[in-house]
């Protein structure tokens, strides 16, 4: 894993939604992670697409606060509008054949105060 310190400074710097969602991902807390999306919020995980919270809800709440998933921030950008987070992470999934680290890229796109649409990926170059 990353250096925690130098993750916590990226979180930091992120658009408060995707700072606050990170944060709620990381401390397990799924009423929190829910509030940064938008009512017909759209995840898209791993090419399966949840749309709106009562679908984002029982997304998070089986495959990020069950799995105890956090996400150690490497790299951000943001691009035209969209910000994009790069992370290690880690859990209680299982991870046999997975890379060390494993690496997912996770797009957001939010509009005001609120994530509108988030898409994760895992990456393969291993950063």
Not at 4 to 33: C, K, M, T, Y
Not at 106 to 122: P, Q
Request: proline residues 5%; glycine residues 8%; negative net charge.
């Amino acid at each position: 894993m990353p250096d925690a310190q130098r993750s916590e400074q990226l979180i930091a710097e992120l658009p408060p939604p995707i700072a606050a969602f990170v944060r709620a991902a990381n401390l397990g807390d799924l009423h929190a992670l829910l509030a940064t999306f938008v009512d017909d919020a759209l995840v898209n995980d791993q090419l399966q697409d949840y749309w709106g919270k009562e679908a984002i809800s029982a997304w998070a709440a089986g495959d990020v606060i069950g799995e105890r998933l956090t996400l150690a921030v490497v790299k951000a950008v943001e691009h035209y509008g969209h910000c994009i987070v790069t992370a290690h992470i880690d859990g209680l999934f299982d991870k046999r054949g997975l890379p060390d680290p494993l690496v997912h890229v996770f797009y957001f796109s939010s509009f005001g105060s609120k994530i509108v649409k988030l898409i994760i990926l895992r990456n393969q170059s291993g950063i």
